[in-house]
């Protein structure tokens, strides 16, 4: 509670104001129930107001008289700056736009899954299948180029890939790196 | 003066908000400036104290139809200046016309225009 009233004690000090009319303003940020800079700013724009009033040669008894009820004040004022009850019309609105929005996120997050499952170099496939025609059959990638050239015939380019990125795979477990296999996985992955 | 039986005090209540609107449509007051405005342009008809003034310019604001800022004024003390947005001007059109009519119908009752 001092914590809160301690900017508009603050305040206070540095006007000019008759203990009666502090003690409305005190009153009134009081029942306001305001937080911190909000409240001060009330109490700076009152204060304000009263001292505009003594200027005008009014005197602080007609100002307090004239002033209304402060806790009255304060429970309007609080009333006046609490957020409104939103319409159904904008409640709708906010729903929506927060059901689209995740809506969209949820697309982009499946989209960049799939993706990243697919290989994503193109595959030369012609020149696959002559490298496959070529290949010797004592050839250790005799295997591999199988592999490959099954899946290209099934029409399975994918699988074809798949097959080449597991050489890739047994390449680098290799001590020694076979050409043919390193061309094979080449082709495959369209690396040249 | 006739005692007060409340209506009075309503149709203040309901004139009020256009009025201060109306007269911050024109320029930017701060709430002293604003309630001597108020009271002189209506001839002491709209006299409002703290206790309608500041909650009905802070309702305005929080429903955006007034914006303000704390500026220093000719006295130079700082002051919290309020004016009207193009969301309140257009609020203070809606309510204009709403009030000629009302107006418009009291007058042709024979209750307002002198008749």
């Known amino acids: 509670m001092a914590n809160h009233l301690r900017p508009v004690e603050r305040a206070l000090a540095r006007s000019e104001l008759p203990c009666e009319l502090a003690d409305l303003v005190r009153r009134v940020v009081s029942t306001s129930q305001l937080s911190g800079e909000e409240r001060s700013a009330v109490a700076r724009e009152l204060i304000a107001h009263l001292e505009d009033g003594l200027a005008d040669s009014r005197s602080a008894e007609e100002l307090a008289r004239t002033f209304g009820d402060p806790e009255c004040t304060g429970w309007l004022i609080r009333r006046a700056r609490a957020p409104g009850p939103m319409r159904l019309a904008t409640v709708l609105a906010k729903g929506l736009a927060g059901v689209g929005l995740s809506a969209l996120l949820l697309w982009f997050v499946v989209a960049w899954r799939l993706d990243s499952a697919r290989p994503s170099r193109a595959t030369d496939a012609a020149a696959l299948r002559a490298f496959a025609a070529t290949a010797r059959q004592e050839d250790r990638a005799r295997d591999r180029v199988e592999d490959v050239t099954r899946a290209l015939a099934a029409g399975e380019a994918g699988a074809a890939e798949a097959s080449a990125l597991h050489t890739v795979r047994l390449i680098d477990s290799l001590s020694t790196r076979p050409e043919p296999l390193a061309r094979l996985a080449g082709l495959t992955l369209g690396v040249s | ?115």
């Open chain 2, 1 to 115: 003066m006739e005692k007060d039986d409340g209506i009075g005090r309503e149709f203040t209540r309901g004139a009020a908000p256009l009025a201060v609107l109306h007269l911050l449509s024109r320029r930017a007051m701060y709430g002293y400036e604003l309630t001597r405005a108020l009271s002189a342009q209506s001839q002491g008809v709209l006299d409002l104290g703290h206790s309608t003034l500041y909650p009905i310019l802070y309702n305005l604001e929080n429903k955006g139809l007034l914006r303000s800022e704390e500026r220093t004024a000719e006295s130079g003390r700082a002051r919290r200046y309020y004016h009207v947005t193009p969301k309140g001007e257009r609020r203070l059109d809606r309510q204009r016309s709403q009030w000629l009519e009302l107006s418009r119908g009291m007058e042709a009752l024979g209750l307002a225009g002198g008749s």
